[in-house]
């Protein structure tokens, strides 16, 4: 496809929106740049949307006065903060909370319930509209023919930072978009940063006949990453940068660039999520 060029990446997770993947770049590794990568990323769940109509007992819960069960309407739009060390929110693993129901005798004291409902929701992965999170990453390659005339410019590496939000589709599909900035450095060329756009889709497979607060432990996901302003051989290998490795150093390859204006990188990988893996 014209404009683009394809690579695959393959993620073996062990952290919440999180992993270490291998990555084989081709786009980079077989034309002007780096490859293959080996990345670590870790991610901060910090809000959680959910909706109070999808509580299990909306519209059922009984006015301790009157005995009969509020009207409640249509329902709100529920945000729950997280703190790094709640469940769901990082790599930290921790029991899903129960949910005790308190005698409710005003309108005041439902909302105020179903606020707690939804706090209980978000940290036992259930029900939820959606969440925000923020990931930072590492990717690191050491095998890379860009200076011809010495050994010591085979080391890539790209640091990044996303902010994202993620929809929970159904209970076992999630889809995600993220916006980023990501550094490339090496000895070959210094450094330059690349803003990206991330796409993910998410599939849950124990979640398809299960809400069990751990039915998101494990989760396939597949999508795709666009650097924004391309590349071209001079990114990852400037003379004068060589010279200062070794005088008779040379770029191997200062022809490339890319067809256009930005670089998509499709993925598909494996999540790990450990903060969900206790009841």
Known sequence: ????????????AWVLQ???????????????????FREEFIGYRFLCLSHSVDQTDFGRVIDSRSNMPFVEGEGEVLATWLTPVDRTATVVPAGAPDLLKPAVTTPEALRAYRKQAAAIDCKRDQRLRGYAIVSVRRAVTDNNDLVAGTDDAKHVTIKGFDVGYVS????????????????FSGPAFGS??????????????????????RAHFVKLTVGGKMFLGGFEASDFCKPEVARALNPAASCANTTWRSYG????????GVILDPSVFRK
């Open 1 to 12: 496809m014209k404009g683009i060029r394809f690579a695959v990446a393959c993620a073996i």
């Open 18 to 36: 999180g992993s270490i993947s291998f990555a084989m770049e081709d786009w980079l590794d077989k034309l002007s740049g780096p490859g293959k």
């Open 168 to 183: 929970r589709l159904t209970g076992a599909i999630d889809i995600g978009l993220a916006i980023g900035l990501n550094r």
């Open 192 to 213: 330059f940063n690349k803003a990206s756009i991330t796409t993910s889709l998410d599939f849950a497979p124990f979640a398809i006949a299960s809400d069990d607060p």
């Open 261 to 268: 204006s930005y670089e998509v990188v499709p993925t598909i």
